[in-house]
């Protein structure tokens, strides 16, 4: 099992670029989570996929967040145009589906934006 | 609506000694719960899982927790001790049985472990 694949691991950008992060979910896991945890605000939950279809987006901060799962192997989230106060690390995490089960995380990615 | 309260931010022991973190929860139904850790520049790992079996859980590295209903609590344990602890623990509560409709984190608990 090679676990929640998350890429990049550290991403630094200057504001105003798009960014991409990248997650690659356990194998039979059908639920996907976009977490964001900072200092200040701890760990957020921004979107909430099932089967591949978002459940939950009421925590996309903006429109300049997207996210998406085009299929149960792979899953994006987007910022455009980023900004220095996106600056967090972004999880990844996955599970079978059931609200008992518990959630897997990647390790995650560093975002600096300057 | 369901809630978590981890009662103390910044738990710091000596190495050896026992381990103490709270964690309070308010759910509208049966929750499962749980704790992860966080080691510094990783992600989430599952330390254990209450879902309504045994009320005594054991996790890994020697760590426990107990789900009283009475109190709303599930505090975690450990009997000593060791410098690999030290790191972030979050508590857990979900009251979805079907779906992941809310899962709610805690703030967080830092241990540190003192030599």
């Known amino acids: 099992d090679a676990g929640v694949i998350q890429s990049p691991r550290h991403e630094v950008t200057e504001m105003g670029q798009e960014v991409t992060l990248r997650c690659k979910p356990i194998s039979g896991h059908n639920s996907l989570f976009w977490y964001r945890q900072t200092m200040m605000r701890g760990l957020e939950l921004l979107i909430y996929?099932?089967?591949?279809?978002?459940?939950?987006d009421s925590g996309m901060p903006e429109d300049r967040f997207s996210a998406k799962m085009p299929n149960a192997s792979f899953s994006t989230l987007k910022i455009q145009p980023s900004e220095p106060r996106d600056s967090a690390v972004y999880f990844c995490?996955?599970?079978?589906?059931?609200?008992?089960?518990?959630?897997?995380f990647g390790n995650g990615t560093r975002l600096t934006v300057t | 609506a369901q809630s978590v309260t981890q009662l103390d931010s910044h738990v710091s022991v000596s190495e050896g000694t026992p381990v103490l973190l709270r964690c309070n929860y308010s759910s509208s139904y049966s929750p499962s719960l749980f704790w992860y850790v966080q080691h510094p520049n990783k992600g989430l790992q599952l330390l254990l899982k209450?879902?309504?079996?045994?009320?005594l859980v054991k996790g890994i590295n020697g760590f426990e927790a107990e789900f009283k209903k009475s109190e709303t609590s599930f505090h975690l344990t450990k009997p000593s001790a060791h410098m690999s602890d030290a790191a972030e623990y979050f508590c857990?509560?979900?009251?979805?049985?079907?779906?992941?409709?809310?899962?709610?984190f805690g703030p967080g608990t830092s241990l540190s472990v003192i030599p």
């Open positions: 857990v509560v979900s009251d979805g049985k079907t779906s992941y409709d809310k899962v709610i």
């Open positions: 996929f099932n089967n591949n279809v978002p459940i939950d």
């Open positions: 209450y879902t309504s079996a045994a009320t």
């Open positions: 995490a996955t599970a079978t589906g059931t609200g008992t089960s518990p959630l897997h």
